[in-house]
């Protein structure tokens, strides 16, 4: 990795989202594992961004409330940004951070929920975020595969050493991705080197698919559910519990859970039937029955919820899953 950028050209920019918007629930999941390219505090988060081939600081603000949601963006750059690169900025912005999809609907109607109704009262105007590209997303679910949180870690700082820069904005450091062409100029004995382990193949691979433009995120975004996912199954080492995630984290369709894996079964069994493992069929039952229409969105407020709880104390039987 080249020696830290400096990143001191500053543009502000002003968004309001799409009521109820909850701006600490949504641009911190707990429950997702940490990376160097983007830090959380309370009412303020940072993140890096390659952008028009430049790397970008970001930094956002909260500046309204969840009911009256206005949000401060400070993008930093190493020259002074033009005001169409700034203006392309804005709609890829609400898109990776959902400031436009409207789900007004699932707290009314569960507000009132025996489960559901005090973790929405917490959480109320927490919605699914992409914060990365689709390519990027990719490159952490690779990392994710067959692997404990702390050794995902690893593969992906390690990528980042190799692959990516180091930005310094509004006295922070962070790492920065890449573009898919400069991984796919690699090789896959390069990659191993880095720890990933058979992963090589599969993100040489996808890279390759996003450099040669087979996968454009823009035209999926304007796709339905089902054409989504039957692109998204054309990339490599992508199978369908991650076009679940992808329908879920990064296009936001909020209506479907087809797939709870391993972990997550477990997880759930204890918040839901307070047992150590019940099967699969019976938690997606719970969530068909019960919130309908809903399903997956209503999986995503329990589980970070708990996640958040973890934050504040220690949950001995949550710790043995996560092993960080």
Not at 33 to 42: A, H, V, Y
Not at 94 to 117: A, C, P, Q, T, Y
Not at 242 to 250: A, G, I, K, N, R
Request: proline content about 4%.
């Amino acid at each position: 990795m080249t020696k830290t950028m400096e990143l001191q050209n500053k543009a502000t920019i002003e968004l309001k989202p799409i009521p109820p918007y909850n701006f600490d629930a949504n641009f911190h999941k707990p429950s997702h594992f940490p990376s160097s390219d983007n830090i959380w505090e309370k009412g303020k988060y940072w993140i890096t961004m390659v952008w028009d081939s430049q790397e970008l600081g970001l930094k956002f603000e909260d500046i309204g409330t969840i009911d009256i949601p206005r949000i401060r963006v400070n993008v930093y750059s190493r020259k002074t940004l033009s005001k169409e690169l700034i203006d392309s900025l804005i709609p890829e912005t609400r898109w990776r951070f959902n400031f436009d999809s409207d789900i007004s609907e699932f707290f009314e109607k569960f507000k009132d929920d025996k489960v559901l109704g005090s973790i929405i009262k917490k959480w109320k105007g927490m919605k699914p975020i992409a914060a990365n590209s689709l390519y990027e997303t990719l490159v952490i679910y690779v990392v994710l595969q067959n692997a404990t949180v702390r050794r995902s870690v690893q593969m992906l700082e390690n990528l980042f050493e190799k692959f990516g820069k180091k930005v310094r904005f509004d006295n922070k450091v962070l790492s920065t991705f890449w573009e898919p062409s400069k991984m796919a100029k690699s090789t896959e004995k390069v990659l191993r080197d880095l720890k990933v382990g058979y992963r090589a193949k599969f993100l040489m691979k996808i890279s390759e698919q996003f450099a040669n433009e087979e996968i454009d995120e823009f035209v999926l975004r304007k796709m339905t559910k089902d054409e989504i996912k039957k692109e998204m199954l054309k990339l490599y080492g992508i199978g369908p519990a991650s076009v679940e995630y992808l329908l879920f984290e990064d296009f936001y369709f909020c209506d479907k859970l087809e797939k709870v894996p391993p972990w997550e079964q477990k997880i759930m069994s204890r918040l839901i039937f307070k047992k150590k493992l019940v099967p699969v069929e019976k938690i997606l039952e719970f969530f068909k029955k019960k919130y309908s229409g809903w399903n997956k969105l209503a999986f995503h407020y329990i589980w970070e919820d708990v996640f958040w709880k973890r934050k504040h104390e220690r949950i001995e039987w949550l710790e043995k899953e996560i092993r960080l």
